[in-house]
């Protein structure tokens, strides 16, 4: 792998006298999509959210040239990261159109291809979000990040959770399409998607990276897909909707 | 055991032993106290002193060991005080049977608003308790019927002979220290027993207390209401004490200052909220005697005008505290011994 | 009749008065979990730099310039010094709003005296005017109409531009917006010059409603201040702006048809029954 675009080493986060993570070390690649997986509560949405910043949390992630575990999250996210949370984070209260108005940080900001690949968000400018479906709502989310071109990296959080299957193909064209220009850093638990997305992949258990590799190598061996990422998951089946994550 | 781990363990028995004693020395303290130890004056001080120590252990019960942040304490405290008074002065009651039902008067109080204010949490409760307490006073300064004196506060008649005036101060002093004996040891025994401890789970993570399966809303009362009534013999003890009950004791400032010593002593420690008591009011008294003292009239203006003023100095005090002290005084010596430890790292 | 309008209007006066205050605890309050206990403090200064301009010549709607200014600027210094400082511990944020405002009050008197001063109300606003057969003092309507163009300069604040936009969504999740990128203390310094702008708005009109100042105004505006906040939703411009005129004009007509007092305590009571029917208040959310 050429240098990496993000670079974590050792990252601890303690969360309320517990911890959560004991020392992740995960490299994002400079192009296409990075998964990064494991059971529930393997520490997954804990190592994003130490990586912007979002709890307090030690070790070094590199990004950009720059060692961000000293920075603030605006500081990072403003060095050119699109994030789209696992709960999506959408301000139910604001309309659609602020949701996203709120989200700009380039001057000329991509309305058009938010558009296109969710013309819902169009008709619904005026709506206020918390009205929308879970699937539309996703819609905002990623739109937010799909606005502004000047991102080197996106960082989504379980995008497909517990949406309809029609969204999951929207979702996933979204993000191949985002891929093409930037690199994403995936959390996912559908595998199907994640064979149809990612190239490489970090898998933790137990608050530490247990596996990094190519994707396809990893999903292709049948007993080690499954001692790392669970019991007896159908891989070709758009998986069910997960329980919730630390 | 040795001497020195007994007296780790046992050290408040001969401290109390001191204080029971402190009557009958003459001893000067100067700058401290303004007359010997054993003078009317001297102990009349240190008896409000321990009576707001206390008073602050029992706040705590509130802020330190459940986590609720009730801005309306003094009213509890007040029922006490004008409840019993009323009784005395009004209904001719004698002394007992009114602090007795004074005494009942506060729990009953603080078991009917708390069962209310504790609907909400967090802030919302900090602004309801507030707001009782607010009626309360206004009530008591509106002075409906002439029954409470309004503003210039209700003189109590009918005290008992025998605990009024210069002479009987010392009495006074230890009914005051045996307040405090009953307040520690309610509170001690509160903490260790099993609703102590969801107690302090409550203020750790009211959630996990509730995944336990537990109602966190019935601790808190029983907290609220043990609080509630410690207050209230406090505020029965202070009639005792000043001979009256004044309207300050119902305001609202009256609560922030009951929580600036908590937090100026330690909250949520044994000795802290006691130790906060006792300096505050000491403090208090000092600084107000020493505005009206010839050393801060000869001081240029822009020193005399705000050091005339105690609440401006505790004010400025207590911030640098929550700055600089976060754990109160009680925290100190940990954070010394810390500063110690490091030093010696480094050498 | 000309009694009722009398205490309508009155009542509406102090309800004014109430959302003043309301309006920015609430802001602060939604936005940065900082129950603003200083509040009453800037209130106070605002008051007293009010009286002070109105005393010397200044001419009232420039002494209330410059009363405002005044509390907005040490509504600033005190975001700046003293809460920015201790972000991440919201319970020693409150603390230190709680030392603030016991200070300021005592510093107030310690320079002016814990005695009322005389307000310097404008001939222009002291007079009266007849409404529906009530003689109605002119200042009332000063109040009320302070109290609107504030609403509606808030509301437009909060609508239509980016920082009221970045305001609105941190009252919903602070986090969230520091994730798209946004810098939301600087919207913490913003919330608290327009919380100290609209207090110490309403201390110089207070001036002008009780015909003077004192050192204790301020707390006691602030308690009913905390009482419309919690009717209205904390972080809830338009239910602080409802629950102000509910609880001045409970005020007036209970304490002018009963006892004096009895109004005050049955805002209260008006709480608790609120509370006991819907603990989360009239509109938005309670922590």
Redesign the interface.
């Known amino acids: 792998m050429t240098s990496p675009v993000l670079s974590v080493r050792g990252l601890k986060v303690v969360t309320g006298g517990r911890h959560i993570l004991h020392g992740v070390d995960l490299d994002v690649a400079p192009a296409g999509v990075t998964a990064l997986l494991g059971r529930n509560g393997a520490g997954k949405t804990t190592t994003v959210r130490g990586i912007l910043g979002l709890v307090p949390r030690t070790g070094s992630v590199r990004y950009g040239g720059d060692e961000t575990v000293t920075m603030t999250t605006h500081q990072i996210v403003r060095r050119g990261i699109g994030y789209v949370p696992e709960d999506r984070g959408v301000f139910a209260a604001l309309t659609v159109a602020e949701n996203l108005r709120l989200a700009e940080r380039d001057p000329d900001p991509a309305y058009g291809l938010v558009h296109e690949l969710f013309p819902e968000l169009r008709q619904r400018a005026r709506q206020a979000a918390g009205t929308l479906s879970g699937g539309q709502q996703q819609m905002v989310a990623i739109g937010r990040v799909l606005l502004n071109r000047g991102n080197r990296l996106i960082i989504a959080d379980e995008p497909t959770k517990g949406l309809a299957p029609r969204v999951v193909t929207e979702v996933a064209v979204a993000l191949e399409r985002a891929a093409q220009a930037v690199p994403v850093l995936l959390v996912e638990q559908n595998l199907a998607l994640v064979r149809r997305l990612a190239d490489h992949c970090v898998v933790l258990a137990d608050g530490r990276t247990a596996h990094a590799g190519p994707a396809a190598e990893l999903l292709a061996d049948a007993g080690k897909s499954r001692t790392l990422l669970g019991v007896g998951r159908r891989v070709d089946a758009p998986a069910p909707a997960s329980g919730g994550e630390s | 055991m040795n001497i020195p781990a007994l007296l780790r363990r046992w050290w408040p028995l001969p401290a109390l032993a001191v204080l029971v004693l402190l009557p009958y020395s003459a001893l000067p303290l100067p700058g401290l106290l303004d007359g010997p130890i054993g003078s009317p004056g001297s102990l009349q001080l240190l008896a409000l002193c321990l009576v707001f120590g206390a008073l602050a252990t029992g706040y705590d019960l509130l802020l330190g060991r459940t986590g609720l942040?009730s801005f309306g304490h003094a009213l509890y405290f007040a029922a006490g005080t004008y409840a019993t008074g009323l009784l005395l002065t009004r209904a001719g009651l004698g002394f007992w049977p009114a602090a007795g039902l004074g005494l009942l008067a506060g729990v009953a109080l603080s078991a009917l608003l708390g069962a209310?204010?504790l609907?909400?949490?967090?802030?919302?409760f900090?602004?309801?308790t507030?707001?009782?307490a607010?009626?309360g006073s206004?009530?008591v300064?509106?002075d409906?019927g002439g029954v409470t004196g309004g503003e210039e506060g209700l003189a109590a008649t009918g005290l008992p002979a025998s605990l009024v005036g210069i002479a009987h101060t010392a009495d006074l002093y230890w009914i005051a220290l045996a307040y405090l004996v009953v307040t520690l040891a309610a509170v001690q025994w509160a903490v260790r027993s099993p609703i102590g401890r969801v107690w302090e789970g409550i203020r750790e993570?009211e959630r996990r207390v509730e995944v336990l399966g537990l109602r966190p809303y019935g601790f808190k009362l029983v907290a609220f209401v043990l609080a509630g009534t410690l207050a209230a013999l406090g505020g029965v003890v202070y009639l005792l004490l000043t001979g009256g009950a004044t309207p300050q004791t119902t305001t609202?400032?009256f609560t922030?200052?009951l929580?600036?010593m908590v937090?100026l002593g330690g909250s949520g420690t044994r000795w802290g909220p006691l130790v906060g008591g006792v300096l505050y009011t000491w403090a208090q008294h000092r600084l107000a005697s020493l505005a009206g003292s010839g050393t801060i009239a000869g001081l240029p203006s822009v020193l005399r005008?705000?050091l005339?003023?105690?609440?401006?100095l505790?004010?400025?005090l207590?911030?640098i505290i929550?700055?600089a002290l976060?754990g109160g005084v009680a925290g100190l010596p940990a954070r010394l011994r810390a500063r110690a430890v490091s030093r010696g790292a480094q050498a | 009749m000309s009694t009722v309008v009398l205490l309508g209007i009155t009542g509406l006066g102090l309800g004014a008065l109430y959302f003043l205050v309301a309006s920015g605890l609430s802001l602060i309050f939604g936005l940065m979990d900082v129950l603003n206990f200083a509040h009453g403090a800037l209130l106070s200064i605002g008051a007293y730099a009010t009286w002070w301009a109105a005393s010397h010549s200044f001419g009232f709607p420039l002494a209330l310039l410059f009363g405002t200014a005044v509390g907005t600027l040490a509504a600033v210094a005190l975001e700046l010094g003293l809460v920015r400082p201790l972000y991440r511990r919201p319970r020693e944020q409150v603390l230190a709003t709680v030392g603030v405002g016991l200070a300021v009050p005592a510093l107030l008197s310690a320079i002016w005296g814990a005695d009322a001063r005389t307000f310097p109300v404008p001939s222009a606003l002291a007079g009266t005017f007849t409404l529906l057969g009530a003689s109605v003092p002119v200042d009332r309507l000063v109040l009320v109409g302070a109290a609107l163009v504030v609403l509606l300069a808030l509301r437009l604040f909060l609508g239509r531009t980016r920082h009221g936009l970045v305001v609105r969504a941190g009252v919903e999740d602070r986090a969230m917006v520091t994730a798209l990128g946004i810098d939301v203390r600087k919207a913490f310094t913003l919330v608290f010059a327009i919380g100290g702008a609209a207090a110490a708005l309403a201390g110089g009109l207070a001036g002008l409603y009780f015909g003077s100042v004192d050192p204790t105004q301020g707390g006691s505006l602030l308690i009913f201040g905390f009482v419309v906040v919690v009717m209205g939703g904390l972080g809830s411009v338009s239910g602080a702006a409802v629950a102000c005129v509910v609880v001045g004009l409970v005020q007036q007509f209970a304490n002018y048809y009963s006892t004096a007092g009895l109004g005050d305590l049955s805002v209260v009571v008006m709480l608790a029954a609120l509370l006991l029917v819907r603990p989360s208040g009239l509109t938005g959310r309670l922590a």
């Open positions: 942040l209310v204010s609907r909400v949490s967090g802030i919302g900090a602004m309801v507030l707001a009782f607010q009626a206004i009530l300064q509106r409906p993570n609202s400032d922030l200052s929580l600036v937090v005008v705000p005339s003023q105690p609440l401006f505790l004010g400025v207590f911030v929550v700055y976060p």
